[in-house]
């Protein structure tokens, strides 16, 4: 059984910068694939951003790509969301997937275990 804890989230102006965190236990954290997606209210959760198990592959939404980079460090068992120009269309709760596969993902019933969420918001 994997657990995944998000951190980071906060309420910030546009333009400015986050860096969510998302702490993973359990499980083989090194080859699974991780990812982000995000849920605003009244909204479906929608994919964000996947990183396959080495780092060597990955894909973003086309609503977040170049403003955002995800990344991890297998030795931390930890993936982050670097976000950077946030926008209020930014806001919602984002959370951390793990998928037992090495493969990436876009697919919100691809993945495996999800964390709890971490709010962000963004004021125009």
């Known amino acids: 059984q994997v657990q995944l804890v998000e951190s980071g989230g906060g309420l910030v102006q546009a333009g400015a910068s986050l860096r969510l965190s998302c702490a993973a236990s359990g499980g083989t954290f090194s080859t699974n694939t991780m990812g982000w997606f995000r849920q605003a209210p009244g909204k479906e959760r929608e994919f964000v951003a996947t990183i396959n198990w080495n780092g060597g592959g990955t894909y973003y939404a086309d609503s977040v790509k170049g403003r955002f980079t995800i990344s991890r460090d297998n030795a931390k068992t930890t993936v982050y969301l670097q976000m950077n120009s946030l926008k209020p269309e930014d806001t919602a709760a984002y959370y951390c997937?793990?998928?037992?596969?090495?493969?990436?993902?876009?697919?919100?019933?691809?993945?495996?275990?999800w964390g709890q969420g971490t709010q962000v918001t963004v004021s125009s």
């Open positions: 997937a793990a998928r037992r596969s090495r493969y990436t993902s876009r697919t919100y019933g691809d993945y495996d275990y």
